[in-house]
């Protein structure tokens, strides 16, 4: 055997599983964490969270494409364990945000302007600590849902 590594390609429903998800989740907390200690530094950095703010979109993108299908279908399985109020105030939680991801992707990409920087930080901060509150509450409430109900595979070793 050689030294290159096989790869093959993964099915959608094989890319949506529990450790698929709970990775991608980390890796935005994380990317959330360096921004907003980034935009917390002089202005000259905003280059670098500009390539930073690209990377977590790319990731928050990638991530909404397989975890879209997995909420709808874990929605579905909760309806049993949680009021319908609970699951209608998370879904428009949910829309929200997303919305508001959108305009401030729409707002600071491609480049964060150094004279914008003061502002970029304020709002910046305001809306990584609420995705990351997001991911966070994905990965307690629906993820084990998710997992519990077989909604999704707990996973391992996915290539993507």
Request: overall charge negative; aromatic content about 4%; hydrophobic content about 40%.
């Amino acid at each position: 055997m050689n030294d290159r590594t096989i790869v093959q390609t993964v099915s959608d429903q094989d890319r949506a599983n529990w450790t698929r998800l709970i990775d991608d989740h980390e890796k935005i907390a994380g990317q959330c964490a360096e921004l907003v200690t980034l935009s917390r530094q002089p202005r000259t950095q905003s280059a670098i969270a500009s390539r930073k703010l690209i990377e977590l979109a790319v990731t928050v993108a990638d991530h909404l494409g397989v975890e879209d299908e997995v909420i709808d279908r874990t929605v579905v399985a909760m309806e049993a364990h949680c009021s319908a109020d609970t699951i209608a105030m998370m879904e428009e939680d949910l829309d929200i945000l997303r919305s508001d991801w959108k305009a401030f992707i729409g707002r600071w990409l491609p480049t964060i302007s150094p004279k914008d920087w003061a502002a970029f930080g304020v709002q910046a901060e305001s809306m990584l600590d609420r995705l990351s509150h997001q991911v966070k509450l994905e990965t307690e409430l629906l993820y084990d849902h998710a997992l519990r109900d077989g909604v999704v595979r707990p996973g391992g070793l996915v290539l993507h």
